[in-house]
């Protein structure tokens, strides 16, 4: 499966892939030298912690890279009336008799808990090009599916307020 992200999505991730190689890099090694430094290995603390920052900033380099690499690009504009990434929705569901409002983000980006929902999510993936007042079928599996029904879109959320998920 590819990750849906956008061109900024993609920049953001460049950005942290060359800080981490010019900067986070430079520090880990000289940590572990520093750590090494300090005699027995097999008693040494710092110096398996050190090795452990090393290996997760690299790993987290090659995720990075990774996702870049495989990422289906998707446009960030939608029109005016219709939901689309970033766009700020205001949502009634109908079995539960509330009003929920959420931001609609890429994969990368969401974050329930901050009323961020991903495009990929199944109420993402049923809102998506839909215009205010439609009802939409949000199918969770093959056996439960809800009615929720669009209230209103706010403009596109500044890409700068949504930071991208550290794993």
Do not use: C, W
Not at 26 to 32: C, G, P, S, Y
Not at 160 to 166: G, H, M, P, S, W
């Amino acid at each position: 499966m590819y990750d849906e992200l956008t061109k900024k999505d993609i920049a953001k991730m460049e950005e942290e892939i060359e800080y981490r190689k010019l900067t986070v890099r430079k520090q880990a090694l000289e940590a572990v030298k520093e750590a090494r430094a300090h005699g027995d290995l097999s008693e040494n603390f710092e110096y398996h912690a050190a090795k452990k920052d090393k290996n997760q900033n690299e790993s987290r380099i090659r995720y990075l890279e990774r996702m870049i690499k495989t990422a289906k690009v998707i446009s960030d504009e939608s029109k005016e009336d219709e939901v689309g990434v970033n766009n700020t929705v205001e949502v009634y569901f109908e079995e539960d008799d509330e009003t929920e409002v959420f931001t609609l983000v890429t994969t990368v980006r969401g974050n329930s808990l901050k009323g961020r929902i991903s495009t990929e999510s199944p109420i993402g993936r049923a809102i998506f090009g839909h215009k205010a007042g439609d009802r939409v079928e949000v199918k969770v599996n093959e056996e439960y599916s809800y009615f929720v029904q669009i209230k209103s879109i706010g403009n596109q959320v500044d890409d700068e307020e949504i930071a991208i998920r550290k794993f």
